[in-house]
């Protein structure tokens, strides 16, 4: 409708527009009008200049003057003529629809019309002041696009066989796609995929979606096993919103943040009815037996026991949503077969079965306390408390504990109590990048750990577990740090003696030195070079026999005296 005007509306097309392209439109629908016929004589607020009528070119007078010049023509026009094909594109391109059938098919309705065109031509300027912005720059890039173009046809199933045909020839192409082309003979073709997002704007997005991808973790708040643990810490009196079970891509199960923290913020503080320690398990139904064990058992000892017999227990367990998160196996150099720790370094070889030796011993040592605690169970003791379930105890204990110093106990073994299992912050995973706080708060019974790095919003949250090589890291937890600053290369005595020269008449008599003050193992070399134990091992291996014998006289005179 906004093509219905009179002397007396204001035609859509009267706008205060910046664009030089809708100035130059509006002009241009404005001529043709005045030529067929119309005349908008009482438009106040036009910024086109009105052409006369008896001109074809386009007039730049201000809007008093071509009032002024409407007001003085003698005759009034039609209220509306046909509109020729060039108005109409000309109309097209505004955003306005010409009607002008209505006016050639009903002569009568004239006077209607009259009534009506204030009304329709406010809502049509209303409407073209909308339409109106498709006339900038913005709008003919969005034309320009609008243009018929290819259709991508990688997701049909031939194509998609094809190309796995082709992968598996060793060829892969990620620069041409197959599409349908709407303007060619041909009803198929290969486009060249265009190099978008060159700019720096563009590397800057993909340097912070690849950050993102790495270290955003998948939540699993969601799982049973999470929620039961939550339900039950509850039940203890601890309830966290700061953290979130997830799964990360490099380093798995952890915990993430739900808030940004900052340097120095609590990241996690377990009451101590939540810690499973030595008095968690003299307190229960095991405490008897150990009490009247001779010898006393170790903590270590302890511990496993409980282990193993609440797992065995099942659902009749208390602590049985803590058990449920529990890794099932772990991947320590003792878990594994002796054909994958074969492929390892020999210097890691030798310390993974020096420890499976004295695991099997623990073992042996402790299958009489075993024996003890029959009267508790209906099966076989032997069936319980094998070396498999065991060796799970001892993994879990000596992974996942923290460090929590206890009072002696006289029903325990002299050995140190230093170990406690921490329901949900054990799920922390190591960064050697981070520096933590840890330590058991006394005032308020908690086990607290204080961040000094910053963690932002749906990140992994690490901990430090010490200033380990990867070596040990394996050797005790099963795992490896990527880019690890304590990383070094171990070198075993062996290599020592092998490229030092064979007809050095002295060189059993510096091994045996080295051996005596222990300076022939934990020689490392690592990003700041050799480690001091290795120079002062090399040292001694490398002194002149002169040097030498005066060295080692003087060590007697030293003794002797």
């Given at each position: 409708m906004p093509a219905l005007l009179t002397s007396t509306s204001r035609p859509p097309y009267s706008l205060r527009r910046k664009s030089r392209r809708t100035r130059m439109l509006c002009r241009s629908v404005m001529s043709s009008w005045w030529k067929r016929g119309l005349r908008p004589s009482a438009c106040s607020c036009c910024t086109a200049a009105r052409p006369r009528a008896s001109s074809r070119a386009v007039s730049t007078t201000s809007p008093e003057k071509s009032r002024h010049r409407a007001r003085e023509m003698a005759k009034p026009m039609p209220l509306l003529a046909p509109v020729t094909s060039a108005t109409r594109r000309s109309l097209g391109i505004a955003g306005l629809s010409p009607l002008d059938h209505c006016v050639e098919n009903d002569p009568g309705a004239e006077p209607a019309l009259r009534g009506v065109s204030g009304s329709l031509c406010r809502s049509g300027a209303r409407w073209m002041r909308a339409r109106s912005l498709e006339c900038g720059a913005a709008s003919r890039v969005r034309r320009r696009w609008r243009r018929p173009r290819?259709?991508?046809?990688?997701?049909?199933?031939?194509?998609?066989?094809?190309?796995?045909?082709?992968?598996?020839?060793?060829?892969?192409?990620?620069?041409?796609?197959?599409?349908?082309?709407?303007?060619?003979?041909?009803?198929?073709?290969?486009?060249?995929?265009m190099q978008k997002g060159r700019g720096r704007t563009s590397r800057i997005r993909r340097r912070k979606r690849s950050k993102g991808s790495q270290t955003r973790g998948v939540n699993e708040s969601y799982k049973s096993e999470f929620i039961d643990l939550q339900k039950w810490l509850k039940d203890k009196k601890f309830e966290d919103k700061n953290l979130a079970p997830a799964r990360f891509p490099g380093t798995g199960r952890g915990l993430m943040s739900t808030v940004s923290l900052q340097e120095g913020q609590m990241i996690i503080s377990l009451p101590e009815s939540c810690l499973l320690t030595t008095d968690t398990v003299i307190e229960s139904y095991l405490g008897p037996y150990i009490t009247k064990w001779k010898p006393p058992p170790s903590p270590l000892l302890a511990l496993c026991t409980f282990l193993v017999s609440e797992k065995h227990a099942g659902d009749r367990s208390p602590w049985k949503p803590y058990l449920e998160i529990l890794p099932k196996a772990y991947t320590c150099p003792v878990c594994l077969d002796p054909e994958v720790v074969n492929l390892l370094p020999k210097p890691l070889q030798m310390k993974a079965e020096e420890q499976r030796a004295r695991l099997w011993e623990f073992f042996a040592s402790s299958r009489g306390f075993f024996s003890s605690l029959q009267p508790l169970f209906v099966e076989p003791i032997d069936s319980i408390f094998s070396y498999s379930a065991l060796l799970w105890a001892w993994c879990t204990v000596n992974t996942r504990a923290v460090y929590l110093r206890r009072r002696p106990r006289e029903c325990l073994s002299a050995e140190p109590d230093t170990c406690a299992l921490a329901p949900y912050l054990d799920l922390l995973n190591h960064s050697p990048h981070v520096q933590v706080e840890a330590a058991f708060n006394e005032e308020t019974r908690c086990y607290e750990i204080r961040t000094a790095s910053r963690f932002r919003k749906h990140e992994e949250v690490f901990i430090c577990y010490g200033p380990h090589d990867n070596q040990r890291l394996l050797l005790e937890y099963g795992f490896v740090s990527v880019r690890n600053p304590h990383a070094c290369v171990y070198v075993s005595g062996e290599i020592l003696v092998k490229y030092l020269p064979p007809t050095d008449k002295q060189l059993n008599k510096k091994v045996a030195i080295l051996k005596d003050h222990g300076f022939i193992e934990n020689l490392t070399f690592g990003w700041d070079g050799p480690s001091w134990r290795l120079l002062t091992a090399l040292k001694l291996l490398c002194l002149e026999p002169e040097k030498f014998l005066h060295l080692t006289a003087a060590q007697e005179l030293g003794r002797t005296s």
């Open positions: 290819l259709v991508n046809e990688s997701y049909k199933s031939e194509f998609i066989d094809l190309q796995k045909w082709l992968k598996d020839r060793k060829f892969e192409d990620k620069n041409l796609a197959p599409a349908r082309f709407p303007d060619q003979s041909l009803r198929r073709s290969y486009s060249v995929n």
